[in-house]
C-alpha cells in the first residue's frame, strides 16, 4: 500500500532555510504528480508546491522564489527546499501523492512541523 513519510521539519528563526523530505513506497512513484501542503493551527490546509511527473512545478504565490520543490525518482522521494522562512510559514507540512491523471490528491503522509520563530 502506498506510504509518504516525511522528515526534515524543525525550528528555525526567520530567514533560515530548512529541507524537507519524503519517502515514497507501495506504488510506481515516477508516475504521479506529487505536492506538498501545510496547515497552521486555526487555518485550512494550502498548497505550497506541486511536480508532476513530467517536472513541470507550480508554486504558491506567497512561496514563489523561496521554496524548490524536486523529487529524486532513483530514490523514490520528494523534497521540498524552504529558503528565507518567515513565520507566516510555520506549519504542518504534508507530502500527498496525486491520483492518476492529477486532479486530485490521494494519499498523504502524517507531517513533518515547522516552526519559525
Known amino acids: 500500500h502506498v506510504q509518504l513519510v516525511e522528515s526534515g521539519g524543525g525550528s528555525v528563526q526567520a530567514g533560515g532555510s530548512l529541507r524537507l523530505s519524503c519517502a515514497a513506497s507501495g506504488y510506481t512513484y515516477s508516475s504521479y504528480s506529487m505536492g506538498w501542503f501545510r496547515q497552521a493551527p486555526g487555518k485550512e490546509r494550502e498548497g505550497v508546491a506541486a511536480?508532476?511527473?513530467?517536472?513541470?512545478?507550480n508554486y504558491a504565490n506567497g512561496v514563489k522564489g523561496r521554496f524548490t520543490i524536486s523529487r529524486d525518482n532513483a530514490k523514490n522521494t520528494l523534497h521540498l527546499q524552504l529558503n528565507t522562512l518567515q513565520t507566516e510559514d510555520a506549519a504542518m507540512y504534508y507530502c500527498?501523492?496525486?491520483?492518476?491523471?492529477?486532479?486530485?490528491?490521494?494519499?498523504w503522509g502524517q507531517g513533518t512541523q515547522v516552526t519559525v520563530s
Open positions: 500527498a501523492k496525486a491520483a492518476f491523471g492529477g486532479s486530485s490528491y490521494n494519499s
Open positions: 511536480l508532476d511527473s513530467g517536472g513541470r512545478t
